[in-house]
């Protein structure tokens, strides 16, 4: 089968994953002072960035250790908890993100990762998958022999899709419920459509549960395209709460692509 140039270009190819991170928490400054008052202690922290905020709370009240900071701050409190894989702590730091042009292989990976992390995926019941959007692997569209093989193959994959569609929505004609007929063609046709079809998926997690999913997902061992977003992810919460996540260090591998590492394995 040959695929037109009308064809190609109406086809959207993606090659990498982007990452939005869409939500973050806050810390009630008042209600956590007045819990301090009524134990007879004063005490703040010297970060701003409230994960780590509240791990350094949930940490101290596990010893109520207000009144005996350690010294050098937020950061020398929480390297010592990554020291001693005082794990639990990290998990009252939460972030929201969205995953966006990522394959359905990898999201069949990613909710593997079910402990502390909460999911939100795209519907294929639902939307419409008739403009075609695929995330090609990056050792495919390297080389053009395999590139035009797999344009092929997610081409007649997507026709394929399309024609059931169509024959289904007849078949199911006489249900009354226009959304009701849309699903039930849509839930039979998808079962022709590859892992490579894209999707969007809404993940929650606190800190303990990305430093696992980074650590496992960021490997050299990990498959090309979730190790991608495993660094993109560390790359953003390095920003953004360099004190959980500064102990990772990004290694160059012979393919290009980088891997995640640190001394603080599975806290």
């Known amino acids: 089968m040959t695929v037109t140039r009308e064809e190609q270009a109406s086809m959207k190819i993606i090659l990498e994953p982007k990452v939005y991170l869409l939500g973050r928490q806050t810390v009630d400054d008042s209600t956590l002072d007045q819990f301090l008052t009524d134990h007879g202690v004063a005490w703040q922290s010297d970060t701003e960035v409230a994960g780590e905020y509240l791990t350094e709370v ?10 005996k900071p350690r010294p050098g701050g937020n950061h020398a409190y929480i390297e010592h908890i990554l020291e001693v894989g005082h794990g639990s702590v990290l998990e009252h730091a939460v972030w929201s993100f969205v995953f966006s042009g990522v394959s359905r292989s990898l999201t069949h ?11 939100s995926q795209l519907s294929q019941r639902y939307v419409d998958e008739s403009i075609a959007e695929y995330v090609e692997p990056s050792c495919i569209a390297s080389d053009p022999e395999a590139h035009r093989i797999w344009l092929e193959t997610v081409e007649a994959s997507h026709k394929g899709y399309i024609k059931l569609v169509d024959i289904l929505a007849e078949k199911f004609k006489d249900e009354p419920d226009r959304t009701m007929r849309r699903k039930l063609a849509r839930q039979a046709a998808r079962s022709v459509l590859p892992n490579a079809t894209e999707t969007k998926i809404f993940v929650t997690a606190n800190a303990r549960a990305l430093r696992h999913f980074i650590e496992m997902r960021g490997s050299r061992h990990a498959e090309d395209e979730i190790r991608t977003l495993a660094v993109q992810v560390l790359k953003i919460l390095q920003v953004e709460a360099p004190n959980l996540f500064g102990d990772y ?6 393919d290009g692509t980088l891997e995640a590492v640190t001394p603080h394995r599975k806290v």
Do not use: D, I, K, N
């Open 58 to 67: 949930a940490g101290r009240l596990c010893y109520m250790s207000f009144s």
């Open 249 to 254: 260090q990004l290694v160059p591998l012979s």
């Open 109 to 119: 990976e990613l909710v593997r990762h079910r402990a502390g992390m909460g999911y």
